[in-house]
């Protein structure tokens, strides 16, 4: 490191999504910025990876969201035109599942509310537009045409060579060890395995390493293992960005999401929180497993026959999750000059420009110019940090704190979908669960008797989805 500065307007921790994106925002702002990543950069060790990922403006886990991604596409155009790399390509998406469920009446709800162009489709009527889709006839889709996808890779290099051209240090291959507030509260220094730097500010965004380097977020910043398939189309014109929609599906089996062929053969699909194991990133094993592709392929076969060819790729992940599935942004509670990105619980990549734009804001001023409100740490922890310490209402009260989780155990309660008062439970379910227990009978992820992804509010009774027509 020799001839590089030790000192920095702000340093910043985890350089992939999230982490570049800061410190582009900051570098343009004229600051003297470091980021830090152990790993590659890009990577596929974290969550900034696997080619597309889903971005979407109708957005059913909670409304206030939307006025975020509006401004994330307006920061995607922005790098792209800076860099001339396309990062996000449209081809619309579909939120679909029954018609008391929190997946369809969510994203039509937040259409409804933010005045956004969207059709109602039922599982009929999406085939007739969308052939590569098989969804049921009872089942109503959500299409809103701004929705596509993201290409991590290259908007993480974009970003980061939009902050070297602004002045930017960005170090790979470079394991933070410590961080530590200087003695007269106003700085931090960052030790690493090469160095030690200071800074007036630093931002973590470490993905599913976050917890190691704030310790109060154990138990409520939790890496989970994630697996995903692309399969060969039978019918390769079905799945191309013109002719297939990118999807969040809720079906009996789940609820699972997908893409369109784009940047490597097949036809990608996922399944939510997958087999809800909770994972060290170090750790886990990253190989996928003959049963996690052929839970995949069911699903393939079943809903989407014609885009379940060989198998191509299969690649694990991680989410992080926290607690009520939310994201946890705000300042440290102790040092303000420290501000954490955490908890994206696997749907926050598309907010990655955004979020970048947020950071920077604490970063340099300790406020920001977007309401993140619903992402303050005391939420969790009952501890008020100075950005909303002046905010009437905002202190908790331990009674209704969320208090955090072991991390060998679940992180939500287990509930059921229901249908017209049914609850779904069939044979089909019931036998999957009971392999999935078989793969892993000590598993506490597995308490019902049938699998289901037990991590949204789509899963409420049906007296508890709300009405808003």
Same mark, same amino acid.
């Given at each position: 490191?020799?001839?590089?500065?030790?000192?920095?307007?702000?340093?910043?921790?985890?350089?992939?999504?999230?982490?570049?994106?800061?410190?582009?925002?900051?570098?343009?702002?004229?600051?003297?910025?470091?980021?830090?990543?152990?790993?590659?950069?890009?990577?596929?060790?974290?969550?900034?990876?696997?080619?597309? /990922?889903?971005?979407?403006?109708?957005?059913?886990?909670?409304?206030?969201?939307?006025?975020?991604?509006?401004?994330?596409?307006?920061?995607?155009?922005?790098?792209?035109?800076?860099?001339?790399?396309?990062?996000?390509?449209?081809?619309?998406?579909?939120?679909?599942?029954?018609?008391?469920?929190?997946?369809?009446?969510?994203?039509?709800?937040?259409?409804?509310?933010?005045?956004?162009?969207?059709?109602?489709?039922?599982?009929?009527?999406?085939?007739?537009?969308?052939?590569?889709?098989?969804?049921?006839?009872?089942?109503?889709?959500?299409?809103?045409?701004?929705?596509?996808?993201?290409?991590?890779?290259?908007?993480?290099?974009?970003?980061?060579?939009?902050?070297?051209?602004?002045?930017?240090?960005?170090?790979?291959?470079?394991?933070?060890?410590?961080?530590?507030?200087?003695?007269?509260?106003?700085?931090?220094?960052?030790?690493?395995?090469?160095?030690?730097?200071?800074?007036?500010?630093?931002?973590?965004?470490?993905?599913?390493?976050?917890?190691?380097?704030?310790?109060?977020?154990?138990?409520?910043?939790?890496?989970?293992?994630?697996?995903?398939?692309?399969?060969?189309?039978?019918?390769?014109?079905?799945?191309?960005?013109?002719?297939?929609?990118?999807?969040?599906?809720?079906?009996?089996?789940?609820?699972?999401?997908?893409?369109?062929?784009?940047?490597?053969?097949?036809?990608?699909?996922?399944?939510?929180?997958?087999?809800?194991?909770?994972?060290?990133?170090?750790?886990?094993?990253?190989?996928?497993?003959?049963?996690?592709?052929?839970?995949? /392929?069911?699903?393939?076969?079943?809903?989407?026959?014609?885009?379940?060819?060989?198998?191509?790729?299969?690649?694990?992940?991680?989410?992080?999750?926290?607690?009520?599935?939310?994201?946890?942004?705000?300042?440290?509670?102790?040092?303000?000059?420290?501000?954490?990105?955490?908890?994206?619980?696997?749907?926050?990549?598309?907010?990655?420009?955004?979020?970048?734009?947020?950071?920077?804001?604490?970063?340099?001023?300790?406020?920001?110019?977007?309401?993140?409100?619903?992402?303050?740490?005391?939420?969790?922890?009952?501890?008020?940090?100075?950005?909303?310490?002046?905010?009437?209402?905002?202190?908790?009260?331990?009674?209704?704190?969320?208090?955090?989780?072991?991390?060998?155990?679940?992180?939500?309660?287990?509930?059921?979908?229901?249908?017209?008062? /049914?609850?779904?439970?069939?044979?089909?379910?019931?036998?999957?669960?009971?392999?999935?227990?078989?793969?892993?009978?000590?598993?506490?992820?597995?308490?019902?008797?049938?699998?289901?992804?037990?991590?949204?509010?789509?899963?409420?009774?049906?007296?508890?989805?709300?009405?808003?027509?």
């Amino acid at each position: 490191m020799i001839g590089y500065s030790k000192r920095f307007h702000t340093i910043v921790l985890g350089v992939g999504g999230m982490g570049s994106a800061v410190c582009y925002e900051l570098a343009k702002r004229g600051k003297r910025i470091l980021g830090i990543d152990r790993f590659d950069i890009p990577n596929d060790m974290g969550s900034s990876h696997g080619y597309t /990922r889903i971005i979407r403006l109708a957005y059913y886990e909670h409304p206030s969201y939307v006025m975020l991604l509006k401004r994330a596409y307006e920061l995607w155009a922005e790098v792209e035109a800076r860099t001339g790399t396309q990062v996000l390509v449209k081809t619309g998406s579909i939120d679909a599942g029954p018609a008391d469920s929190w997946v369809f009446k969510g994203s039509l709800q937040s259409c409804v509310e933010h005045g956004l162009a969207h059709e109602v489709l039922t599982g009929s009527e999406l085939k007739q537009r969308f052939p590569g889709y098989n969804l049921p006839h009872d089942i109503l889709a959500c299409f809103q045409p701004d929705g596509g996808f993201v290409l991590p890779e290259p908007a993480t290099v974009a970003y980061v060579q939009a902050a070297h051209a602004l002045g930017a240090e960005i170090h790979g291959h470079e394991e933070v060890l410590d961080w530590q507030p200087l003695s007269n509260g106003e700085g931090v220094r960052v030790i690493t395995d090469r160095a030690e730097y200071e800074a007036d500010s630093l931002v973590i965004a470490g993905g599913a390493w976050n917890s190691r380097l704030l310790p109060f977020l154990r138990g409520m910043a939790v890496p989970e293992r994630q697996v995903l398939a692309w399969l060969q189309p039978d019918r390769p014109e079905y799945f191309t960005p013109a002719t297939f929609p990118v999807f969040n599906a809720l079906v009996p089996e789940g609820r699972y999401y997908g893409f369109p062929v784009h940047t490597v053969p097949g036809f990608k699909f996922g399944r939510y929180h997958h087999f809800e194991e909770i994972v060290e990133p170090d750790t886990y094993d990253r190989q996928p497993s003959d049963f996690d592709e052929e839970v995949l /392929r069911e699903f393939a076969s079943r809903y989407f026959p014609d885009g379940a060819g060989p198998t191509m790729i299969l690649k694990s992940c991680m989410f992080t999750n926290s607690p009520d599935r939310q994201f946890i942004i705000d300042l440290h509670p102790e040092y303000p000059q420290v501000s954490f990105a955490a908890g994206f619980s696997g749907h926050g990549y598309k907010f990655a420009s955004v979020i970048g734009e947020v950071m920077a804001d604490l970063a340099e001023r300790q406020d920001s110019r977007h309401n993140i409100s619903l992402f303050n740490i005391a939420r969790l922890t009952g501890k008020v940090s100075k950005l909303y310490e002046n905010i009437p209402g905002m202190r908790v009260s331990a009674g209704n704190r969320i208090q955090p989780q072991p991390q060998s155990r679940i992180l939500h309660p287990n509930r059921r979908i229901t249908r017209g008062g /049914r609850r779904l439970s069939t044979p089909r379910e019931i036998s999957t669960s009971r392999r999935i227990q078989q793969r892993n009978p000590t598993s506490r992820s597995f308490q019902s008797d049938y699998y289901h992804d037990s991590t949204d509010p789509r899963y409420w009774e049906q007296e508890d989805v709300k009405p808003f027509w």
